[in-house]
């Protein structure tokens, strides 16, 4: 079958060796440039052939249909309107875009691309900013909940999430050291500012809820995965709730229910959310406890950038994604 060009900005960091590895395997791209600035020059292996990282000015944008960009969050805007000026398509991994980041007058009309809740506002865009990692678990956990109008109105969701190290990027950080991450577990941004609420609030809003989030990440002595326990008041009991998000998801390939509450090992290296929900025993008002696991590499990052940029390029949205 034809190829479809395709570049990588940013290509030496986590998610960026990931969308090389996807695009290389994927049996509708061809990978014709990635860059990485600080590793400019230097060749490395991307699946079965090797590749040469280019400075990101000497990338020849209008040479890609389109560009994945994985550059710094606030570095990566520029590039992503350069790709646009080339004539690319282009889907930012940065925050530059999201929902509740940036400028609301570019922002607006750019499509905070969470495949299975904005679709048809992908299908036909030029640009879309893919969500952050913890929000793409949360929100897909949450949306049925939202839309449904089963959250009782005002209340508190609590959430806690634990990712693995490489949800904090590739840059050396002295915290993030074997020895420092091994045999521990701990939480930050614990005071409710973590950089990602912003764009969870920002969608749970134009979803139609009316709920506080109360998030606090933690970090794992892992390499990457993300388990979120997220616990809902409702404004009625529910006596199956599993088929809240079944009945929402049903067609969804990405999206699995499952009885069991999840695991990272179930979804590692797999473009998929696994939910589960059960009732929450000994307390007085009707509470909900939702687990969701996603690895934050793929359905996270990379995994879910493809899958947008498969319905952008009107492939079949499932091609060259791990299911």
Not at 14 to 29: F, K
Not at 56 to 64: M, S
Not at 115 to 129: F, H, K, N, P, Y
Not at 147 to 173: D, F, K, Q, Y
Request: with cysteine; net charge negative; hydrophobic share 45%.
């Amino acid at each position: 079958m034809h190829k479809i060009p395709i570049g990588v900005l940013g290509a030496s960091g986590y998610a960026g060796r990931e969308l090389c590895l996807l695009a290389e395997r994927h049996p509708g791209m061809d990978l014709v440039f990635a860059t990485a600035y600080g590793q400019r020059g230097q060749s490395v292996r991307v699946g079965g052939r090797d590749m040469t990282f280019l400075a990101t000015e000497d990338a020849r944008l209008e040479d890609a249909e389109l560009v994945f960009s994985a550059l710094p969050h606030g570095t990566s805007g520029e590039w992503v309107m350069r790709a646009q000026s080339a004539g690319s398509m282009v889907v930012d991994l940065s925050a530059d875009f999201r929902s509740g980041n940036g400028d609301p007058s570019q922002t607006s009309s750019i499509p905070y691309g969470l495949t299975e809740l904005m679709r048809d506002r992908v299908r036909t865009a030029r640009v879309v900013a893919n969500p952050g990692c913890y929000p793409t678990a949360i929100l897909l956990a949450l949306a049925p909940l939202i839309t449904g109008g089963l959250i009782e109105p005002g209340s508190a969701v609590t959430i806690a999430a634990a990712s693995g190290v490489t949800g904090a990027g590739h840059s050396p950080r002295p915290d993030l050291l074997f020895a420092e991450v091994s045999e521990d577990f701990r939480a930050y941004a614990v005071n409710n500012d973590h950089r990602h609420l912003a764009e969870m609030n920002a969608v749970v809003k134009d979803l139609g809820g009316d709920a506080d989030l109360i998030f606090t990440p933690h970090l794992l002595p892992v390499a990457r995965g993300i388990l979120a326990t997220i616990v809902v008041r409702l404004r009625q009991p529910l006596n199956d709730p599993l088929s809240v998000w079944s009945s929402a998801y049903a067609a969804e390939p990405f999206i699995e229910v499952a009885s069991a509450t999840p695991s990272i090992r179930d979804v590692v290296r797999r473009n998929v959310v696994r939910i589960s929900a059960t009732v929450a025993a000994n307390v007085r008002q009707p509470t909900l406890i939702v687990t969701a696991a996603i690895d934050n590499l793929m359905k996270g990052a990379a995994g879910q950038a493809v899958q947008n940029a498969n319905v952008m390029l009107g492939l079949d949205e499932t091609m060259g994604l791990p299911a």
